[in-house]
């Protein structure tokens, strides 16, 4: 089970509680959202480095095409992949292991963290 199935898993298990319904897709959206963090900030971190090396790669509005495509892919795999059987099956192994619980605010933190590091690093350009 990889680090990102155990924080959908946190997501879920503690919106479950109190969402019943939308847990699931409040957990789907918050691993979307990290991961696309994290794709962002290797982006703009690349780009940076690009810029600096003077290094002429693909032009501003084709990397921002190029992320609204990768934040539909990633999405609709996440919908994929944490709707059904699979998440079943994965959460009976969570269950099965007892795995570690992160605290929900941490969990959250992450991304914007992401967020505002790849909007410093934006400076930069």
Do not use: E
């Amino acid at each position: 089970m990889t680090v990102f199935d155990q924080f959908y898993f946190n997501v879920f298990n503690h919106y479950k509680a109190r969402y019943k319904r939308r847990a699931n897709t409040l957990a789907v959206f918050y691993i979307s959202f990290l991961q696309l963090s994290i794709i962002l900030v290797l982006g703009v971190f690349f780009a940076a480095f690009f810029n600096q090396m003077n290094v002429d790669t693909i032009s501003s509005q084709k990397a921002w095409t190029l992320f609204i495509i990768t934040s539909f892919i990633v999405y609709f795999k996440n919908w994929i992949q944490y709707s059904g059987r699979k998440r079943s099956v994965m959460n009976a192994k969570l269950n099965r292991n007892k795995s570690r619980q992160y605290n929900i605010w941490l969990l959250w933190l992450l991304p914007i963290c992401c967020i505002t590091l790849s909007i410093i690093l934006l400076q930069v350009l």
